[in-house]
C-alpha cells in the first residue's frame, strides 16, 4: 500500500537529516511522527519513527549524565570536526573568529582560552566544526585536552610564524601528537586516533615582517616532506584556500538524494566517508533501507546520467543517488 506521504511530513524528514544533535534529531522524529498521514500504509514507517525516538531518548539520557563531567567534550556538529591545537598566542582564537561566527577572546596575553570552544565554519554548502582549544607549552599541557584532540576528525597545527621559537613549537607539538597517540600511522580498528593526512600545520601569522624567513627556516630544518601552509588571520591570507584544505584532510564526500520523478534535494547533503557506496548511503538514510532497495540510480560521476549502479558502487563527493524500495 502506497505511503502517500504529505510535504508536511517532508519538511520534518528535512529538519531530521539537517539536525547537528541529538535534541533536535529528537524533535523532528516527534514532528514527524505528529504529520504522518495515519493509515495502513504507514503502520510500518511510525513503528519504525517510535523505534528511533526511543533509541535517540535514551542516548540522549546517558549523554547528558558523561557531557557535564568532560568539560573538554565537545560534542560533534555539522560535516565534521576539525580542533586546533597550539602554544598560546599563536592566533588560534583570531582564526576561529576569522572563518566562523563564534567570537572566541582574542588577546594578546597567554591562556585567554581555558576550555575548548566551537564555531562552525561554512564550507559551500555545508558547515564545518571548528573547536579552538586550551593553548599548549613546554610549561602547561591542560589535563583532558588530549582526549578532546582524539575525538575529533581532523587537526589544525597552529605555529606561530612572527616568533623565533617557531621551530621549536613546531617540533613541540609534532612530538607532543605522536607522544599522546593522538596522531598515528596506521589507524588500529575501534581506536580513536588522527592520520599524518588528516593533521595540517599551518604557518600563523604570517603577514608579520619576520614570517616570510621563519617559514623558509621550519620548511628547512622541520619534518621532512611536511606541508606548511601560511596564513594570516589579519589579512586574510590563505584562509579560503584554507577552508578548501580542511575539506579534504576531513576525507568527506557529499551525497544528495532525490525521489523517482521528482528534482533532486540539493539542501541538505549526506555526509559519508571516502570510499562509501551505495550500501553505506543507505544504511545512513534508514536502517532497512540496504535490505527493501531495489535499484539505485546515479547522476554526477556516473558515466552517463541516471545510469543504474550495483551496491558496491563507490560514490564520489556531489553525486545525486536516487533509491527505489
Ligand atoms: N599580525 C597578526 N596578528 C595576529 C594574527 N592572528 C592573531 N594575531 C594577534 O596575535 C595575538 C594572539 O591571538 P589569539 O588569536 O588570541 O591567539 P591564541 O592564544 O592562539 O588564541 C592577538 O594579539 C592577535 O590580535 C595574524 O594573522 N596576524
Ligand atoms: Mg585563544
Not at 77 to 97: C, I, R
Request: charged letters at 25%.
Amino acid at each position: 500500500m502506497p505511503a502517500n506521504l504529505t510535504p508536511q511530513y517532508y519538511d520534518a524528514e528535512e529538519a531530521f537529516k539537517k539536525a547537528v544533535n541529538v535534541e533536535e534529531k529528537i524533535a523532528a522524529l516527534e514532528e514527524m511522527l505528529a504529520v504522518i498521514p495515519k493509515h495502513k500504509g504507514t503502520e510500518k514507517i511510525q513503528a519504525d519513527l517510535k523505534k528511533r525516538l526511543s533509541k535517540l531518548r535514551e542516548e540522549g539520557q546517558s549523554k547528558s549524565k558523561t557531557a557535564r563531567v568532560d568539560p573538554f567534550f565537545v560534542e560533534k556538529q555539522g560535516a565534521g570536526q576539525v580542533a586546533l591545537v597550539g602554544f598560546p598566542n599563536t592566533g588560534k582564537s583570531a582564526l576561529v573568529g576569522a572563518v566562523t561566527r563564534a567570537r572566541p577572546k582574542v588577546a594578546d596575553y597567554p591562556f585567554t582560552t581555558n576550555v575548548p570552544l566551537a564555531g562552525m565554519m561554512p564550507y559551500e554548502d555545508i558547515y564545518i566544526q571548528l573547536v579552538d582549544t586550551p593553548p599548549i607549552s613546554q610549561e602547561i599541557i591542560p589535563p583532558g585536552l588530549a582526549g578532546a584532540l582524539r575525538n575529533a576528525d581532523a587537526l589544525l597545527v597552529l605555529i606561530d610564524a612572527g616568533s623565533d621559537e617557531c621551530l621549536e613549537q613546531l617540533e613541540f607539538c609534532l612530538k607532543y601528537l605522536t607522544d599522546k597517540k593522538i596522531v598515528r600511522e596506521a589507524a588500529a580498528p575501534d581506536t580513536r586516533g588522527i592520520l599524518p593526512d588528516q593533521r595540517l600545520v599551518l604557518a600563523t601569522r604570517a603577514d608579520l615582517p619576520q614570517g616570510h624567513e621563519n617559514i623558509e627556516i621550519m620548511r628547512e630544518l622541520g619534518p621532512a616532506g611536511l606541508e606548511i601552509y601560511p596564513i594570516s588571520a589579519v589579512t586574510g591570507m590563505g584562509l579560503e584556500a584554507l577552508k578548501e584544505k580542511i575539506f579534504k584532510i576531513l576525507g568527506i564526500i557529499r551525497i544528495y538524494t532525490k525521489i523517482p520523478g521528482k528534482e533532486p534535494d540539493m539542501r541538505t547533503p549526506f555526509i559519508l566517508q571516502q570510499g562509501s557506496t551505495i550500501q553505506d548511503l543507505a544504511s545512513s538514510i534508514h536502517r532497512d533501507l540496504p535490505r527493501l532497495m531495489k535499484n539505485a540510480r546515479l547522476w554526477g560521476s556516473a558515466r552517463f546520467e541516471g545510469q543504474s549502479v550495483m551496491r558496491d558502487h563507490l560514490l564520489q563527493d556531489r553525486d545525486i543517488v536516487e533509491i527505489t524500495q
